[in-house]
């Protein structure tokens, strides 16, 4: 019997699932929360799997699954999805031979990748596990395409002191438009009403600036151009890819979005350990 074999990134908020059917990658994603759903889907559509597994839920994972699987470092696998993707759509070339990598799931970590060896050097606790709890409390929704939804229609700048507040009668140092302090004009916050929509505008801003600066400090540490973010997050969230985009060029940086960024876990453990060479 043939064997079938699977890429599964557990995150903590979705897990990811990759597969080859007919010489073409097929994507498929599940909330964590209903992990019991990945394993059921795999038994109705695969007879003999073979299971390359990873993310920061992958031993729950490993405890629940009915068939064998094989643990693949985390960090390993990203970086080695991302190469793929990036040869793949052709952008190896744009990120040149030192690239950083900014993976945006629940929280933000950060590596630089070099040829083929990788080093996590940084990451935080903002990300998309921010965005969905800092509006639910903003704004008590809870659905993330809704969230999506909402943000995109708003507008909330006015909750933000720009640099160009605080240098109200003089030329500023810096460019003007850049925020000097997310939720920071209290006096706006006073004398006017924000909807839904602003609120979570003002947080997917927050969220961009803040992994977006931090990513621009690396790259300047370690003397490369190109910052190349992948991420759920990412994922039908234009706003977010944009905000990030425009503050990484202002900052005298590339950026780069894969598509189908947000698997570059699940491809790099499917192709981990030789497989690349037995399967595509």
Same mark, same amino acid.
């Given at each position: 019997m043939?064997?079938e074999?699977?890429?599964?990134d557990?995150g903590?908020? $979705?897990s990811k699932?990759v597969y080859? $059917?007919?010489?073409?990658?097929?994507?498929k994603?599940v909330?964590? =929360?209903?992990?019991e759903d990945?394993?059921?889907?795999i038994?109705g559509?695969?007879?003999?799997?073979v299971i390359?597994?990873?993310g920061g839920k992958?031993?729950?994972?490993?405890?629940?699954?009915v068939?064998p699987?094989?643990?693949?470092?985390?960090?390993e696998a990203?970086?080695?999805g991302v190469?793929?993707?990036l040869?793949?759509?052709?952008?190896?070339g744009?990120a040149g031979?030192?690239?950083?990598v900014?993976?945006?799931?629940t929280?933000?970590?950060i590596?630089?990748?070099?040829g083929?060896?990788?080093?996590?050097?940084?990451?935080s606790g903002?990300?998309?596990?921010t965005? $969905?709890?800092?509006?639910?409390?903003?704004?008590?929704?809870?659905?993330?395409d809704?969230?999506?939804?909402l943000?995109?229609q708003?507008?909330?700048a006015?909750?933000?002191?720009?640099v160009r507040?605080?240098?109200?009668?003089?030329?500023?140092p810096? #460019?003007g438009?850049?925020t000097?302090?997310n939720?920071?004009n209290?006096?706006?916050m006073k004398e006017?009403?924000f909807s839904?929509e602003?609120y979570?505008?003002?947080v997917?801003r927050m969220?961009?600036? =803040?992994?977006t =600066?931090?990513?621009?400090q690396?790259a300047?540490?370690?003397?490369?151009d190109?910052?190349?973010?992948i991420g759920?997050?990412f994922?039908?969230?234009?706003?977010?890819?944009?905000?990030v985009?425009g503050? =990484?060029?202002?900052?005298?940086k590339?950026?780069?979005f894969?598509?189908?960024?947000?698997? #570059?876990?699940?491809i790099?453990a499917f192709?981990?350990?030789?497989l690349?060479k037995a399967v595509?």
């Open positions: 043939n064997k074999y699977l890429g599964v557990v903590g908020t $979705l699932i080859r $059917l007919e010489g073409e990658w097929r994507y994603k909330p964590t =929360t209903r992990l990945v394993d059921q889907w038994q559509r695969f007879h003999n799997p390359h597994i990873t992958a031993g729950l994972f490993t405890q629940k699954s068939f699987v094989k643990k693949i470092n985390e960090f990203t970086c080695e190469r793929h993707l040869e793949e759509n052709g952008q190896y744009e031979s030192r690239f950083m900014t993976n945006v799931g929280g933000t970590s590596h630089v990748v070099e083929d060896s990788y080093e996590r050097i940084g990451g903002m990300g998309g596990g965005l $969905l709890g800092l509006s639910y409390l903003l704004t008590g929704e809870d659905n993330y809704t969230i999506l939804t943000g995109k708003g507008n909330g006015s909750l933000n002191v720009t507040d605080i240098y109200s009668h003089e030329n500023p810096i #460019s438009d850049l000097a302090s939720f920071g209290v006096s706006n006017q009403s839904q602003d979570i505008a003002a997917v969220i961009g600036e =803040t992994i =600066t931090m990513s621009v690396a300047e540490r370690l003397k490369t190109t910052v190349v973010y759920s997050t994922s039908q969230h234009d706003t977010l890819r944009d905000i985009q503050y =990484t060029e202002l900052r005298g590339k950026a780069l894969l598509d189908h960024g947000e698997y #570059s876990g699940a790099g192709l981990n350990k030789g690349k595509l």
